[in-house]
Antibody, heavy 120, light 109 residues
Framework: QITLKESGPTLVKPTQTLTLTCTFS??????????VGWIRQPPGKALEWLAL???????RYSPSLKSRLTITKDTSKNQVVLTMTNMDPVDTATYYC????????????WGQGTLVTVSS | SYVLTQPPSVSVAPGQTARITCGGN??????VHWYQQKPGQAPVLVVY???DRPSGIPERFSGSNSGNTATLTISRVEAGDEADYYC????????????FGTGTKVTVL
């Protein structure tokens, strides 16, 4: 059974750096084709893809946020970490961790999400 | 970058059929996936590769994709189908890797 869970601060101040950790179980990020990504959703708005890291450490970022994002993995700990610099109130959103299966470019398992509020 | 456009809302009576469209340039050449999101919950994959269903998803959910429009069809709509629905594609031709639609709120009357 695949599960993912996000952890990190619920409140950050403008200009600060956000660090979110995704801890997962039920699969290995060393399995060929597998990936873990981050997707966010501002309150009342649509889903927005942020970043994806593959089993082979290949990384992809949303073009509009690329300069602010870093995604890394620790396969031994079953964790993926997302950092986002220079946080702004418009970055207030629920941040989801997601599993990308080996067979298709989609999300088949999602974390429960964590709401991050950016406010002074 | 690639854009997916959905109607903001669709209303349907119980037992009737809801159709949710997802418009994109030549979307028929891509694989389209659909997610259902109920309030306060994470999205759930309900259709993948245009028309396939993950295990556990009722047959009432079906999909099609041709030309510039993909469609998610919910037959015999139930109150529990009330949710937001998002389409998604992988745009290999651009840096915006995973593209999500604008989302459609399905209201069961």
């Amino acid at each position: 059974q695949i599960t993912l869970k996000e952890s990190g601060p619920t409140l950050v101040k403008p200009t600060q750096t956000l660090t979110l950790t995704c801890t997962f179980s039920g699969f290995s990020l060393s399995t060929s084709g597998v990936g873990v990504g981050w997707i966010r959703q501002p309150p009342g708005k649509a889903l927005e893809w942020l970043a994806l890291i593959y089993w082979n450490d290949d990384k992809r970022y949303s073009p509009s946020l690329k300069s602010r994002l870093t995604i890394t993995k620790d396969t031994s700990k079953n964790q993926v970490v997302l950092t986002m610099t220079n946080m702004d109130p418009v970055d207030t959103a629920t941040y989801y961790c997601a599993h990308r299966p080996s067979w298709q470019q989609l999300v088949d398992y999602w974390g429960q999400g964590t709401l991050v509020t950016v406010s002074s | 970058s690639y854009v997916l456009t959905q109607p903001p809302s669709v209303s349907v009576a119980p037992g009737q059929t809801a159709r949710i469209t997802c418009g994109g340039n030549n979307i028929g050449s891509k694989s389209v996936h659909w997610y259902q999101q109920k309030p306060g919950q994470a999205p759930v994959l309900v259709v993948y590769d245009d028309s396939d269903r993950p295990s556990g998803i009722p047959e009432r959910f079906s999909g099609s994709n041709s030309g510039n429009t993909a469609t998610l069809t919910i037959s015999r709509v139930e109150a529990g189908d009330e949710a937001d629905y998002y389409c998604q594609v992988w745009d290999s031709s651009s840096d915006l890797f995973y593209v999500f639609g604008t989302g459609t709120k399905v209201t069961v009357l």
